[in-house]
């Protein structure tokens, strides 16, 4: 029997609510449903492309996410 790759856990909350909010809560409310955080602030940092279903990357800028997706 083939075995399938789980399907990924969606968030109890909608991702576009975590846009304008300040990155402590936002980082706050994901760890708080299960998620790892990535927070993404425009620095020189390499960002891999790997696919994890238990992330939630935030792209932030002067401390407020402007962007954010599973994955």
């Known amino acids: 029997m083939?075995?399938?790759p789980p399907v990924p856990r969606q968030p109890t909350f909608d991702l576009a609510e975590l846009v304008g909010r300040k990155?402590?809560?936002a980082t706050e409310r994901c760890?708080?449903?299960g998620f790892?955080?990535?927070v993404i602030d425009g620095?020189?940092?390499a960002v891999?492309?790997?696919l994890r279903p238990n992330r939630i990357r935030l792209t932030t800028r002067r401390g407020?996410?402007?962007d954010c997706?599973?994955?």
């Open 23 to 25: 990155t402590e809560d």
């Open 2 to 4: 083939p075995r399938f």
């Open 31 to 33: 760890e708080r449903d």
């Open 43 to 45: 620095t020189t940092e």
């Open 36 to 38: 790892q955080v990535q």
């Open 48 to 50: 891999t492309l790997e």
């Open 64 to 66: 407020v996410v402007e």
């Open 69 to 71: 997706h599973q994955g």
